[in-house]
């Protein structure tokens, strides 16, 4: 627990499930972590943040720097994106406000293309990252966060001042040196729109189908038609990414499908979404993915299937 | 309304929504019909069958020739099958009871290779015919059915004792001219495989998403994401017919579309099994067309992932 001055201060944006998990244990692990809230402040003001994990035991952080306004956050180096995709347009002045000059903003979200949105609502000085989390968690209540498995974070440069490649891959090592020193597993990905796509491969079946079939991982793994779909839906999304020229290493949706079989039953961020009339984030890890795929003259017909299906549920469920 | 010995008899085996109102029609216009019921047979009985339609006003049957069991049924000329495809093992010996030496056995069932089931079962001396109905109606208690729009029956000839293809057609005929007399449309189709894919243009999307979507034909109709959806699993059915050498008239999915989408709210027979947690009839309107387009070389795989989730959803249901 080394707290020097040299360290990167970091900034929080959106202490949901994800936000808290990674800036609870950064936190914790010393760094000057500020936190941004909205409906929870008043919350963890007063209470802290408390994460129950399977992997980690109990933790919580008593003293957490909250704010309810980004104007009141000092400059952070690091900005940590745990916002919604589909509340993008709304997180970037709060982003803008917190950033140090030169800031790395990293959003842990999923779906594809998530950055070239944000970023024209960035000034140029900020690098814009994304991370892939593969991790099992999930709100439990105003601050309290329930960590089931997994944690790591893939983490790949999107755009930013004119800097030479090295630089950028460096800019990315930092990142995954943070978490490192939380003791989070952390890659360094060379191409962020491939480990987008990478990461697809989970998110595209079994977000869609928890919120579908109103089910969880282990009732999907446990059943035939279900396994038979997931798999179905996986195979779209290698080809999608192959048509858009990324080759995902041999037996990676294979590899994904039988870990899914042994984690913790677990529900997909979307269907918490789905349950409490959230919007859904079917643009992100659906319609992008799709429209990319056919510009490259790929159709993915399950997953167009599923896309249509859950447009559908979304519109009736708000 | 001539009710003369020559007249075949009928009996209608099922008298669900299906059987009960083509069944009352016939008996209306005349013919010797008797009913077999199980569940039904002593409301039935007591107070006859009553359909209110929003075609034909108010109709009843006072009086209706009801049997519990198909022993107690005098021999029939034409039998008429309402049941789901589920229970198609279970009826097989009910018709055998009832059916007059040389019967015409007319399956009312939706999907694909019904009859290829139930001709195992059969003396080769019945005829056995399909009949596809393009019609909205359900039951709404015992006894009652309420019939809100189209009523049409296409028939077409699947087996039976050798004789020669004129004859055949001649039967299919005498089938139609039954309807005709009770003032229902009725088509001989020269290829019952063909008519059969035909219907399945209507029953693949509506069917199915009924369940999946938990939605009537209005809400369906309404929503953009739900008409692609639609437009895309009629797509594959016309291209699975192709494949298996069944040109459909061209425009034929678009006039079907835009007909469900001027006709009153409807919930497909599939959601009300679903609700009643009822089998869903899968094997016949999915597993049999996408087992026999695949063979033919034709993928399907939209309506592959719609018949996954559903398999999911009945095998969670019951």
């Not at 000034?123 to 089931?148: T, W």
């Not at 035939?224 to 290698?238: C, H, N, T």
């Not at 159709?299 to 859950?310: F, G, N, S, V």
Request: contains cysteine; negative net charge; aromatic residues 6%.
């Amino acid at each position: 627990m080394n707290e020097s001055t040299t360290q990167p201060r970091i900034g929080i944006i959106g202490t949901g499930a994800i936000g808290g998990f990674y800036g609870l244990m950064l936190a914790r692990a010393g760094y000057d972590v500020h936190f941004l809230l909205r409906s929870e402040f008043s919350a963890v003001s007063q209470n802290g943040l408390r994460l129950d994990s399977q992997v980690h035991g109990l933790l919580t952080l008593e003293h957490v720097q909250a704010y309810a306004s980004a104007a009141d956050m000092p400059p952070c180096d690091w900005l940590l994106v745990g916002a919604k995709t589909t509340g993008n347009d709304g997180v970037a002045p709060a982003i803008v406000q917190a950033a140090a000059p030169g800031a790395n903003v990293l959003l842990l979200q999923n779906g594809l293309g998530v950055e070239d949105d944000l970023r024209g609502l960035l000034p140029d000085s900020l690098h814009l990252l994304g991370g892939l989390c593969f991790i099992c968690v999930h709100r439990s209540g105003p601050g309290e966060i329930v960590h089931q498995a997994f944690g790591a974070v893939n983490i790949g440069y999107h755009s930013g001042p004119a800097e030479d490649a090295s630089a950028s891959l460096r800019r990315v090592e930092q990142g995954a040196a943070l978490f490192h020193a939380a003791g989070i597993e952390s890659v360094a990905m060379d191409n962020l729109d491939k480990a987008r796509w990478q990461k697809l491969v989970w998110n595209v079946p079994y977000n869609g189908l928890s919120v579908l079939l109103k089910a969880s991982t282990t009732p999907l793994m446990a059943d035939p038609d279900s396994r038979e779909l997931i798999q179905g839906l996986m195979a779209e999304v290698v080809q999608g990414a192959e048509a858009c020229g990324h080759s995902l290493p041999p037996g990676y949706a294979q590899q994904l499908f039988s870990v899914t079989g042994q984690m913790p039953d677990y529900r997909p961020s979307m269907y918490h979404d789905y349950v409490e009339k959230r919007a859904l984030e079917l643009e992100a890890i659906y319609a992008r993915p799709l429209a990319a795929a056919l510009a490259a003259g790929c159709d993915m017909p399950k997953i167009r299937a599923l896309y249509h299906a859950l447009a559908f549920l979304d519109r009736s469920n708000r």
